[in-house]
Nanobody
C-alpha cells in the first residue's frame, strides 16, 4: 500500500504564509514526480506545482513567484511553501505522487488539507 498524508493547512490572513507537507509511505519503488493540486468549491482540480525526479519544477501561472515546491528524498516528503497568500488561493490542497510500478506509471493521492485565506 502507498499512503500520502498532508499537513500544514489552516486559516491565514491575506498576505500571510503557510507551508504544506506531504509524507509518502508504503511500497515506494521509483518516484517519477511529486506535486500539489488544489480544488475549490465549484471549480475543477488544478495543478499548483510539481517536481520531477530530476528536480525540475513546474508552477501554475497564478502561483509563480509566490509558491515554492521542494522535496526531501530521504523522508519521501514533498513541501509547498506558500507566500503572499490571497483569498483566491483558498482550496483543498491535495498531494500527488507518481510512481513507476512494474514499469507502469501509477498516481496516488492524499486526502487533502484545507487552506483558507481571509481578506
Amino acid at each position: 500500500q502507498v499512503q500520502l498524508v498532508e499537513s500544514g493547512g489552516g486559516l491565514v490572513q491575506a498576505g500571510g504564509s503557510l507551508r504544506l507537507s506531504c509524507a509518502v509511505s508504503g511500497s515506494i519503488f521509483s518516484i517519477n514526480a511529486m506535486g500539489w493540486y488544489r480544488q475549490a468549491p465549484g471549480k475543477q482540480r488544478e495543478l499548483v506545482a510539481d517536481i520531477t525526479s530530476g528536480g525540475r519544477t513546474n508552477y501554475a501561472d497564478s502561483v509563480k513567484g509566490r509558491f515554492t515546491i521542494s522535496r526531501d528524498n530521504a523522508k519521501n516528503t514533498v513541501y509547498l511553501q506558500m507566500n503572499s497568500l490571497n483569498p483566491e488561493d483558498t482550496a483543498a490542497y491535495l498531494c500527488n505522487v507518481q510512481l513507476m510500478v512494474g514499469g507502469v506509471k501509477v498516481n496516488y493521492w492524499g486526502q487533502g488539507t484545507q487552506v483558507t485565506v481571509s481578506s
